[in-house]
């Protein structure tokens, strides 16, 4: 029996990201009585040739047409006749069709909502690393603009907002002044608060671009190739987990991670094309193994907010009511991905 397949890249097909948010597509007939009666929806990724079920509640079922069972939040496996995809569709057997029905009547008198624990933000170099370096230096200062300051004043500017917006909701600095920590303590710090299998941490890194091509220009938002895979599977689930789901389930937890992470990804993109659009580029998003988003075991992006090697970019950042505009557009990002998770919970 083939199952699971775990090939690199991940194309969730049905996932549209319209305005900020996210609104799935559900198959036809064969699944729309659990759609009416439960609320419940349904992503497909073509691809790999997995399904993903939610409740309204926020809990998640896993299956594939390929296997004779189901993975129910992570740490049960059901066995099931089977689960056909025809055409746009799904239709389920007799068996799957009940573990499915009392999968999402469990739900609702198991509510366990997924939220957004903390929020990790990772303002760039700093100490003895300036990062990148302006080409030249502006008037009134002493010396060219650095990276390391514009990571920082974007960081406490955007921190501020978070808090102001969502004053329960643990905000964690991995500095807050000129000091370094390096890339190996800064993801310590974010993996020291990771959530559990109900819980999201977001790890947010602010970044300056440089280019030797002079007239570069723009902001793009970058979170971890498709391609890497990781174990990410927290501690607790492990321990519930059969040794013969493992796999699947280390396979699932890093899928389900670079899905968040690239829906993160792409609306604080969306986020800075609205407060910064008109005067820099949207370089969109980009998909690379920088080393704080492949160790950071949550929905991990970083966002390279212009070209300091530009010298009209460069100015722009050197100024503080631009650097606002900025961490407003990264705030507004989070915001719409939060706002998708709270209305989980409601």
Not at 55 to 72: H, M, Q, Y
Request: hydrophobic content about 40%; some cysteine.
């Amino acid at each position: 029996m083939k199952c699971w397949r775990s090939g690199a890249g991940i194309v969730w097909a049905i996932l549209l990201l319209i305005k900020g948010g996210v609104f799935p597509l559900f198959g036809d007939a064969f699944f729309s009585d659990f759609t009416k009666e439960f609320q419940a929806d349904l992503l497909w990724d073509e691809r790999r040739q997995i399904g993903m079920i939610f409740s309204a509640e926020g809990k998640k079922i896993v299956f594939s047409p390929d296997c004779d069972f189901l993975i129910i939040d992570y740490n049960q496996k059901k066995t099931i006749d089977y689960i056909k995809k025809e055409g746009k569709g799904f239709l389920f057997g007799p068996s799957a069709e009940k573990a499915v029905r009392q999968f999402l009547e469990n739900s609702r008198s198991e509510r366990t909502p997924v939220r957004v624990k903390a929020i990790i933000i990772d303002a760039g170099h700093g100490g003895k690393d300036p990062g990148a370096i302006a080409g030249k230096t502006l008037p009134g200062r002493s010396g060219p603009l650095t990276e390391k300051e514009v990571t920082l004043d974007v960081a406490l500017r955007l921190e501020d907002k978070i808090r102001r917006e969502f004053p329960d909701i643990p905000i964690v600095m991995t500095r807050t002044t000129d000091v370094y920590p390096d890339l190996k303590e800064r993801t310590e710090i974010a993996n020291r608060v990771a959530g559990g299998k109900d819980d999201l941490v977001l790890f947010v890194s602010i970044h300056v671009n440089s280019s030797i091509n002079k007239s570069a220009s723009g902001f793009e938002v970058w979170f971890l190739s498709q391609d890497v895979r990781r174990d990410v599977v927290p501690e607790e689930v492990k321990q519930d987990v059969d040794d013969s789901v493992l796999p699947v389930i280390t396979d699932l937890f890093d899928h389900e991670i670079t899905m968040e992470s690239r829906l993160l990804s792409k609306l604080i993109c969306d986020g800075l094309e609205r407060s910064v659009g008109d005067v820099s580029r949207n370089r969109g998003i980009k998909e690379e193994e920088w080393f704080v988003v492949k160790y950071a075991k949550m929905p991990a992006v970083l966002v390279e907010v212009g070209f300091i090697s530009n010298e009209n970019e460069m100015k722009m950042l050197a100024d503080g009511e631009y650097c606002d505009k900025i961490a407003e557009g990264v705030f507004t990002g989070i915001k719409d991905f939060m706002v998708g998770f709270a209305a989980v919970e409601e």
